[in-house]
């Protein structure tokens, strides 16, 4: 599961899961008001457009987001998980025998 987290899945919703930004909260009359960002963006579009990035980063991070599928991603995730809650099933599995 960490080696899920650490690889396939950061890549893919850092690359390709677009957010919305919340910009603000305002509270009036006991109800809170969220304001977020007109369209949203990723992590990566987001880095991208910083200014305080230095431009070495911003090419080793484009050269990156190049390599990277986001359809082999997902399969990788979805494999990955199969994999792991089947584990999970078959542990249940064993600690009913007797």
């Not at 899920?4 to 809170?32: D, I, M, V």
């Not at 980063?57 to 990788?76: I, N």
Request: charged share 35%.
């Amino acid at each position: 599961m960490n080696e899920l987290y650490a690889k396939e899945w950061s890549q893919f919703t850092n690359h390709f899961k677009p957010t919305f930004k919340l910009l603000k909260r305002e509270k009036k009359e006991g109800k809170t008001k969220r304001v977020y960002e007109p369209t949203p963006r990723t992590p990566y579009e987001r880095l991208l457009a910083s200014p305080d990035l230095p431009e070495a980063t911003k090419a080793r991070l484009r050269a990156q987001h190049a390599g990277l599928d986001p359809y082999e991603l997902k399969k990788s995730i979805e494999a990955k998980l199969g994999r792991f809650f089947t584990a999970l099933g078959n542990l249940d599995r064993e600690s009913t025998k007797t």
